[in-house]
């Protein structure tokens, strides 16, 4: 599949984010919107889970089996996620989680066999490791920064 003309940009924001080790509070950002945002959602509530407890497997160094472009790919869809001006900017209610929704979609399709591998790995996990594994890490800057 081709990637969407706009999703570059977030790419090379996902290869600044994972190198420059801010990781982590990016992913309890992501979290936050998430609950904030929850019935706005429901058609991706799924997905989106997904990738945020694969990036943090990945975070933890529990989880490496990934490549680096699937990896990046799923970085670049959070941060989409995340930002409020993108091609359908999200204070456009009804509208603005359409794109969201779509690039998030295009990610889980196209990165389809990594994170089937990625889903099947977290199955094999007992419950209590899949809980563990979901914990988000401690934030290391007050809220709302």
Request: net charge positive; aromatic share 12%.
């Amino acid at each position: 599949m081709k990637t969407p003309w706009f999703f570059f940009r977030f790419l090379r924001l996902a290869r600044s984010l994972l190198a420059d080790g801010r990781l982590s509070e990016f992913l309890l950002d992501v979290a936050r919107k998430r609950e904030r945002k929850g019935r706005w959602l429901a058609g991706i509530q799924g997905e989106l889970r997904l990738l945020q407890m694969l990036c943090l497997a990945w975070w933890r160094g529990e989880y490496r089996q990934i490549s680096q472009q699937a990896l990046l790919a799923a970085v670049a869809g959070l941060l989409y996620f995340l930002s409020p001006l993108d091609v359908i900017p999200d204070w456009l209610l009804g509208l603005g989680f359409l794109d969201d929704i779509a690039v998030l979609a295009w990610v889980a399709r196209s990165w389809r066999g990594e994170l089937e591998a990625f889903r099947a790995w977290l199955a094999a996990q007992s419950p209590q490791r899949q809980v563990e594994l979901e914990r988000l890490p401690a934030a290391s800057r007050p809220e709302g920064r």
